[in-house]
């Protein structure tokens, strides 16, 4: 098995552990406040993943505390507005909300380099912001305020996605994205003392979430995800992750019974079809079609 199907592989399982953690998270919601729920996840995130990595946290110098910090408020803002919105709106429907980050990230970066950005990456933004529509908006074109906010949060997702290349190829990966999971924590615990009540939660329900949220969509996902995409191709990694929504869409209904209507199942296929017109490099992967008919 080369390195780049061992990639690929790894980079699935991340997908498919993100999309569970839409319902787990909105489970969870019902037993914990919003930034009680961060704190808790992202504190023992950080904390598991310093012991695993502790040779790695042992070489941290002020450049990777100083980029860290930065990308971790990026993603702690892009978590609160998530986490915030689940309590409103349903898993499903947070999933392909969420994905819409990946069809931001080429707007973005095309904007911040001063570049036109490509025909597929307009075309893509078109198609997904469409498809957006028919999937938030009631029949009086209202947004849920849930959708608003997990909106936001895809807004985030972006910049982070964008910050996160931009630093991590000048720092320790591990070590980076670390001390992101550990800002994350150490602020959701400044806004849980400061705006809620917070609990230690009871049951075994709760914390099997909690773990499986903490050790594999949060530590285990990061650091796979910035070690892994070393040895697959752009083309790769952006056909798996559009497979996030779907995985969100399909557990919510595997755990909760979630069912979108045909205008939100329409409005789905156009926020991936978007997801992928915009990412994948359609004439590269046309050319190595045809040298493989030939």
């Keep these: 098995m080369t390195k780049q199907i061992k990639a690929d592989l790894a980079l699935l399982m991340v997908t498919i552990v993100w999309g569970s953690s839409f319902i787990l998270s909105k489970n969870t919601l019902d037993h914990l406040s919003t930034y009680n729920f961060l704190a808790i996840r992202f504190i023992l995130a950080a904390a598991l993943s310093s012991l695993v990595f502790y040779k790695n946290m042992r070489q941290i110098n002020r450049t990777t505390l100083k980029y860290g910090v930065l990308i971790g408020l990026i993603l702690f803002t892009a978590y609160a507005f998530q986490t915030i919105g689940l309590n409103y709106t349903t898993a499903s429907k947070s999933g392909f909300i969420t994905g819409f980050a990946v069809v931001i990230v080429p707007i973005f970066s095309a904007l911040l380099l001063k570049q036109r950005p490509h025909n597929k990456a307009i075309l893509g933004v078109i198609c997904a912001v469409i498809g957006l529509g028919f999937l938030t908006l009631d029949a009086h074109f209202a947004l849920n305020i849930g959708d608003i906010y997990t909106l936001v949060c895809a807004f985030m997702f972006a910049f982070h996605i964008l910050a996160v290349g931009k630093y991590t190829v000048k720092v ?55 070690t892994m995409q070393k040895f697959t191709s752009p083309t790769h990694t952006a056909l798996i992750y559009t497979g996030e929504p779907v995985f969100a869409a399909l557990f919510a209904y595997l755990l909760a019974g979630e069912i979108l209507s045909s205008r939100g199942i329409f409005g789905s296929i156009l926020i991936l079809s978007g997801m992928m017109i915009s990412e994948v490099d359609w004439a590269i992967l046309f050319k190595k079609q045809k040298s493989l008919s030939h």
């Design 172 to 226: 320790d990966s591990i070590a980076l994205g670390i001390i992101q999971i550990a800002t994350v924590g150490i602020l959701s615990s400044i806004f849980t003392f400061s705006l809620e009540s917070p609990i230690i939660p009871r049951g075994t329900e709760v914390w099997t979430s909690i773990f499986i949220l903490a050790i594999l969509a949060t530590s285990g996902a990061y650091i796979i995800q910035n």
